[in-house]
């Protein structure tokens, strides 16, 4: 039931960005606005990501894995 909730909060945020987003790609380019979205996002993200990355084994990932992630980036 949590799953759903977040998953119709995403939704919402993501209509309310949509229109809302709108009149800021209207004064600026949407190089602009995607990367103040990314940077953004990464901020938000990070104190999240680096507790949950204290106890992950980073060890147990393949050259496959990294090779991965690295050509995702």
Known sequence: MLGD????LAALTF?????????????HSGITV???SYVGGA?????MTFY?????????ITATGW???LYMA
């Open 43 to 47: 901020l938000v993200l990070a104190p």
């Open 15 to 27: 209509a309310t960005l949509s229109v809302l987003g709108k009149s800021v790609t209207d004064r």
């Open 52 to 60: 949950q990355a204290r106890n992950f084994a980073f060890s147990q």
């Open 67 to 69: 090779a991965s992630l």
């Open 5 to 8: 909730r977040f998953v119709s």
């Open 34 to 36: 995607n990367t103040f």
